[in-house]
């Protein structure tokens, strides 16, 4: 546990380094300009079948040949009532990704790193967030009832001119 918030701390402090530049973070052949399949991917899943789970969105970050940044998006659709919760795709779109949109995102994993390091076990319930490079180099999963969180992920959904989720409070 150690030496998972440590990393968490040289990440952040990484990350708060150079904050003019958020360039170093995404690199072309790091994420696939040269034809790999490396990806960086977000993935949040929210609860609004309470303990079953809610429905999921996924960003899929990645390069190209020609040396520009792509995301995409999908947002599913659950029926909670379903047997297996299955999960349709909703809504999906692909992105250009400019110095704008790069920034949004790495400004969301840095808030996701000190989430890390302030998350409390929610029980039964609660909302998944994952970032993971496809190579395993990075991993970071919260699963937590912050709101905090919804709100950043909303930000960054912002950032990228996505549909926001609209999150149920509890009642």
């Known amino acids: 546990?150690?030496?998972?918030?440590?990393?968490?701390?040289?990440l952040q402090i990484a990350c708060h380094s150079n904050p003019v530049s958020n360039?170093?973070?995404f690199d072309e052949i790091d994420l696939g300009s040269s034809g790999s399949e490396k990806r960086l991917l977000i993935e949040t899943y929210f609860?609004?079948?309470g303990e079953w789970g809610g429905h999921r969105e996924m960003m899929t970050i990645y390069a190209k040949r020609d040396m520009n940044f792509y995301l995409d998006y999908e947002k599913y659709r659950i029926t909670c009532g379903s047997a297996y919760n299955d999960q349709k795709v909703e809504y999906k779109k692909t992105l250009k990704l400019d110095a704008s949109n790069k920034k949004s995102i790495t400004e969301y994993i840095?808030?996701?790193v000190n989430a890390?390091?302030?998350?409390?076990?929610?029980?039964?319930?609660?909302?998944?967030?994952?970032?993971?490079?496809?190579?395993?180099t990075l991993l970071i999963n919260v699963y937590s009832q912050d709101l905090s969180n919804i709100e950043s992920y909303q930000q960054l959904q912002k950032?990228?001119?996505?549909?926001?989720?609209?999150?149920?409070?509890?009642?």
């Open 1 to 10: 546990m150690r030496y998972i918030l440590l990393f968490c701390l040289l």
């Open 23 to 25: 360039d170093r973070f």
């Open 47 to 49: 609860d609004e079948c």
């Open 110 to 112: 840095q808030y996701m």
């Open 116 to 136: 890390k390091i302030v998350e409390h076990y929610p029980g039964h319930a609660g909302y998944t967030f994952n970032i993971l490079k496809s190579d395993s």
């Open 159 to 171: 950032g990228l001119n996505l549909p926001i989720t609209i999150v149920r409070e509890e009642e």
